[in-house]
């Protein structure tokens, strides 16, 4: 006999802020996601502003569709798109975001936020944390970069990331933000990450290494082990 199909590790969230306005659906097994809804802060009628985001019907540089996964992704900042777009298609996910933020200032709260909501959204999707393979690693080359990652499912959160880029910018993301954007994602997701990037010369080539990383890791621990159906990996019994 065949075993039950899995429920769905589904959910859409929305985080409002004074300083970012965000909305993002994730499925961690891929699969169809419904288009984000048109709320009050994402319908040009009631915000003109919103009206330079692209439709989400519209083929953009971070969206993908394929039988496996649907992910579309518009942050405002384009290098912070295209590793989101990396992290998701690596990791099996299908993944929409949409965000509006204060990026007249800088690019530091809507990458923070944005990773805090996909964090806290990775966290939901694994409630409860049972019959999960829990540890997750990964080396992820990029022409003459190599970055790893290593990530256990926890429930207690640490950071620990080497990147040391050259260059303060990377297209419009601050270098900075690649090191507090997963520190963000690693609290509000609940877990321990470590990613270090082990060699390269191109600051992108190393940053979207690490995220690829990031991304392998987290589909090996995601993965629903058959036989552990509702148990806690862990020697204290609870996560």
Request: glycine share 8%.
């Amino acid at each position: 006999m065949s075993n039950p199909p899995l429920p769905p590790r589904t959910t859409y969230l929305t985080r409002t802020t004074k300083e970012t306005k965000i909305q993002l659906s994730l499925s961690l097994d891929g699969g169809p996601l419904t288009l984000l809804p048109d709320t009050e802060h994402f319908s040009p009628a009631t915000n003109p502003a919103v009206s330079k985001i692209p439709a989400q019907t519209s083929e953009t540089h971070a969206s993908q569709e394929t039988p496996s996964q649907q992910i579309w992704i518009w942050t405002g900042v384009g290098f912070l798109d295209h590793m989101l777009h990396a992290w998701a298609k690596h990791a099996g996910w299908s993944l929409r975001v949409r965000a509006w933020g204060d990026l007249a200032i800088d690019d530091h709260h809507t990458t923070e936020d944005t990773l805090l909501l996909l964090g806290t959204a990775f966290s939901t999707c694994l409630f409860p944390r049972t019959g999960l393979a829990r540890f997750g690693h990964c080396y992820a080359p990029l022409d003459e970069a190599l970055s790893r990652a290593v990530l256990d499912i926890s429930s207690r959160p640490f950071f620990v990331g080497n990147f040391d880029f050259a260059s303060p910018m990377i297209g419009a993301l601050n270098s900075q933000m690649v090191w507090h954007g997963l520190q963000s994602w690693s609290q509000a997701a609940g877990v321990t990450l470590h990613v270090d990037v082990l060699r390269g010369g191109n600051d992108h080539h190393r940053a979207e290494s690490a995220f690829k990383a990031v991304a392998g890791a987290c589909r090996m621990a995601c993965v629903k082990v058959v036989g552990r159906e509702g148990e806690v990996v862990s020697t204290k019994g609870v996560l």
